[in-house]
RNA sequence: GGGCCUGUGGCUUAGCCUGGACAUAGCGCCGGGCUUCUAACCCGGAUGCCGGGGGUUCAAAUCCCCCCAGGCCCGCCA
């Protein structure tokens, strides 16, 4: 409905004025749409942006496709007031079910996030990637796309050398109630202690390595049963924050089945290729300093070219490729981005995120400094059972808990999405545990509200005509949530959803104050209900779509 | 040394790509509001040289240049 208004109002001023862009923007308490079009139109018209904008007011006032439009000038700005036709239209759409969801599409996408190394339990700062990448794949599936969610296991690595070579050599028994990848950090951690006491363990952490590459049976067969067993405490972590993959594609696959010496051999035909002992790319045209090495002196491939095939394969079965990465991964990212080009294959688009680091300095599961993302859930849910037993003591236990698993994923999820991804930031566990204001519980808690009033209200016959302020300021809201879907989906930004959310919520959360709903009567009781039940909706779907249950008592 | 990202009230943060109307919100602080639809809430108040300096423009938090501070990266690691 915003949609079809913005696409109104742009044509219109572009027919009248003959501009190619309409300059239209948001217009705050003034408007609902504003555009500057007559600042533009000053230089090239001779006259003053007040007298143009006064001047296209008046024309465009009456232009047939613009009823029930209010268009004012004020001063230079033209504003744009939508009538009650929109704001019934509005509360139609918003009380189907789904509301939000956009065409169906027939782009196949492919989505990669988390892919942390099996060597350790994911932390804090995996689950930014798992978070945004898990909300960014359910707004996509919102918005009408094909997708399928990959996790890559990085199954070949030194660090899968080393926890092998830990349980080949230490005392590396699982513990009683240990989880799987606490249990192979805990390896981990002591053989690079060991490794840093003696230099001859690297030598045999290589000969593991080469061992690997060539298909040794094995030790394919260790490195995979300790990565399979980490993965499979990866997916308890990740079932807890509600975030789920379709496929994990394992690294090693791609040179098993010969992408990987496929794609080195194309590479080397590359003008930028420089075959000496190692065969790397020279990107220096491109802007890049170093060398992008393929193949190492002694045969073996390294990261990137098992990326590039993978990457290679994913271009063959999809038709756009979106990846999650940290910070670190620019630099190797943009150099897969521009060998792909290079290549001739389909170009990655990567969402990249900035770290999460601990008041005491970077996270490192190596040295098993890190606040592991299970510990986060245990303690979360601890905090927001004791939380729940404060405020519905009346309720049985079980219930009590239930709601305190929601609760608490609500209070991690909204924690992590609200925030742009570019921004670095500083894990805090006041700020986590917090579930006032600005959170996922503080929206959650409207969405309640909301179900309560619908509950004790009955049956009601719907009415779309609303009255006052905070009426059609709420509706005017719920009306926005399709256009907020889009642009998540065009900018790769989910914090937008997640800002969204919270001001449907303040906005319900005033509305409230202010309006009795079940104490009116008549159609005044009607029509708020209907608003109610839309705005129930709508903070409904904007749940789901962060991954966050719209619980419906709390 | 080079590249990328960040810098917005005491703290956290939106807006920056696509320049426009008094810069968004929260925490904290001050003052109000629960016999009334769930107070995980609402209302009011104080607090900003939008890191600094130049420039472009009728107009700059937003674009360009320089500088400062912090983070990340620059490996025959992944």
């Not at 000038?73 to 139609?92: H, I, K, M, Q």
């Not at 996408?109 to 700062?125: D, I, M, Q, R």
């Not at 098992?306 to 990212?333: E, P």
């Not at 449907?504 to 708020?528: C, M, Q, W």
Request: proline share 3%.
């Amino acid at each position: 409905m915003l949609h079809d208004m913005y696409v109104a109002i742009g044509n219109a001023i572009k027919e009248t004025t003959g501009a190619t862009d309409a300059l239209l923007t948001d217009g705050g308490e003034h408007a609902d749409l504003a555009s500057t079009i007559a600042f533009a139109l000053a230089k090239q018209k001779k006259q003053a942006p007040l007298k143009i904008a006064r001047d296209l007011a008046e024309v465009l006032a009456k232009n047939q496709a613009l009823r029930g439009i209010t268009i004012e000038a004020d001063g230079p700005y033209l504003n744009f007031t939508f009538g009650s036709a929109y704001v019934s239209e509005t509360l139609r759409e918003a009380l189907q079910p789904g509301y939000g969801n956009l065409p169906k599409k027939s782009t196949r996408v492919v989505l990669e996030h988390t892919s942390a190394n099996p060597n350790g339990p994911l932390h804090v700062g995996h689950i930014r990637n798992s978070i945004i990448g898990d909300t960014l794949a359910r707004v996509f599936r919102k918005a009408g796309y094909p997708l399928e969610v990959q996790y890559y296991v990085n199954d070949m690595g030194r660090q899968i050398a080393i926890v092998v070579w830990g349980f080949d050599n230490l005392d590396s028994a699982q513990q009683e109630g240990e989880k799987e990848d606490a249990h192979i950090a805990r390896v981990y951690i002591e053989a690079n202690r060991e490794i840093e006491k003696d230099e001859g363990i690297t030598r045999q952490v290589n000969i593991l390595m080469q061992l690997v590459e060539n298909g040794d049976a094995a030790t394919v067969k260790k490195f995979r049963r300790e990565v399979s067993r980490c993965l499979e405490g990866f997916k308890v972590t990740l079932k807890d924050l509600n975030v789920a993959h379709d496929r994990f594609v394992w690294e090693s696959d791609f040179i098993r089945n010969g992408n990987t010496e496929r794609i080195i051999n194309k590479l080397k035909r590359l003008p930028q290729a420089r075959d000496d002992e190692t065969l790397a790319l020279d990107l220096s045209e491109f802007g890049f300093g170093n060398k992008y090495v393929i193949r190492r002196s002694d045969g073996t491939s390294v990261y990137a070219a098992r990326d590039l095939a993978f990457h290679a394969w994913k271009g063959a079965n999809f038709d756009r490729i979106i990846d999650v990465l940290g910070a670190d991964h620019k630099l190797i990212g943009s150099q897969l981005q521009c060998t792909m080009k290079l290549l001739g294959e389909k170009v990655p688009e990567i969402v990249f995120f900035e770290f999460v680091s601990l008041p005491e300095g970077s996270m490192s599961t190596r040295a098993g400094k890190f606040v592991s993302a299970d510990d986060l859930t245990t303690e979360i849910r601890k905090r927001a059972f004791e939380e729940v037993t404060v405020r519905r003591p009346e309720l049985d236990e079980e219930t009590r808990r239930t709601i305190a698993r929601s609760v608490g994923l609500a209070a991690i999820r909204y924690d992590i999405v609200k925030v742009s991804p570019e921004k670095s930031t500083v894990f805090n566990w006041k700020e986590a545990l917090d579930f006032e204001r600005q959170s996922g519980p503080y929206i959650q808690y409207a969405h309640a509200r909301a179900c309560s009033i619908l509950e004790k209200a009955g049956s009601f016959s719907e009415c779309f005509e609303l009255e006052t302020d905070q009426e059609i300021a709420l509706a005017k809201m719920i009306a926005r949530f399709p256009m907020v879907i889009e642009s998540v989906v065009t900018e790769l930004r989910p914090h937008i959803l997640a800002c969204y959310a919270r001001e449907l919520a303040d906005t319900f959360n005033t509305f409230y104050h202010f309006e009795p709903v079940l104490k009116s009567e008549g159609k005044i009781r009607d029509r708020r209900l209907t608003l109610v039940k839309a705005v129930q909706n709508t903070l409904k779907e904007s749940l789901q779509t962060l991954g966050i249950d719209a619980i419906h008592t709390m």
